[in-house]
């Protein structure tokens, strides 16, 4: 084969591989980002986290409820009377002694209703990862002025109300998981939800703690 020929073949092949290798790099990039997403496999929650019971008195039409709570607190000091410091603090926490599934239901369902209604709890747990980090920016973001500990108040009220019309559409509109369709529908809406509030980190945020300064 002639030198000239080859020297041809190689060029060619040179100028193929470095115009897909932007391609190429790119492609990784996305699935790196979209594999660092959570996922519902991530989530903390499983059936032992529920204390089987006979009786739902939180829920007494339902066969499941789990108790996710969220305690925030703040402290603020003031110094030469212009300026307040204050520390937001916040930690996300499942609470299992509160936390219940019907005793029959988990003897006689068979493995796939099972993972269905634990897959409809978990969208819950997702919710109020939603709240915990909707708190995080909304006291971030306020402006607050001297009466800063009426705005806190408010803040919080505004993001507890919203996730609590949230899981009530959630509960509402699947019918505690029975329609599938609508289940799945939730399931992908509120995982894109936290993954985009989350800045599509791996990382689940159970807590999170803030430091401010408001001139007063």
């Known amino acids: 084969m002639p030198l000239t020929l080859i020297s041809f073949i190689i060029l060619i092949s040179m100028q193929f591989t470095m115009k897909f290798l932007p391609v190429l790099i790119l492609f990784l990039s996305l699935g790196r980002t979209a594999s660092a997403q959570v996922t519902y496999r991530d989530l903390p929650v499983s059936w032992s986290d529920f204390t089987q019971t006979d ?4 829920n007494a039409h339902g066969t499941a409820a789990i108790s996710v709570h969220t305690e925030y607190s703040w402290e603020s000091a003031i110094k030469n009377n212009k300026t307040a410091y204050i520390d937001f603090r916040s930690k996300l926490t499942v609470n299992k002694n509160e ?3 019907l005793r029959k239901f988990m ?9 269905r209604l634990l897959r409809h709890e978990q969208g819950h747990y997702l919710i109020s990862l939603i709240k915990h980090l909707s708190l995080e920016q909304a006291i ?3 402006r607050f002025t001297r ?3 009426e705005e806190i ?3 919080c009220k505004q993001v507890e109300d919203r996730a609590a ?3 009530n559409d959630y509960d509402r509109e699947t019918k505690h998981s029975l329609i599938e369709d609508k289940q799945k529908e939730w399931e992908q809406r509120l995982l894109d939800m936290f993954n985009e509030l989350n800045g599509n980190r791996s990382k689940l945020p159970l807590q999170f703690s803030l ?3 408001v001139n007063l």
Do not use: C
């Open 140 to 142: 971030s973001e306020y």
């Open 55 to 58: 009786v739902i008195r939180v």
């Open 153 to 155: 108040r408010r803040v």
């Open 165 to 167: 019309r949230m899981n």
């Open 107 to 115: 003897r006689t369902a068979d493995a796939d209703r099972k993972a």
């Open 99 to 101: 936390s219940y599934v």
């Open 147 to 149: 009466n800063y500990k």
């Open 211 to 213: 430091k401010l300064t």
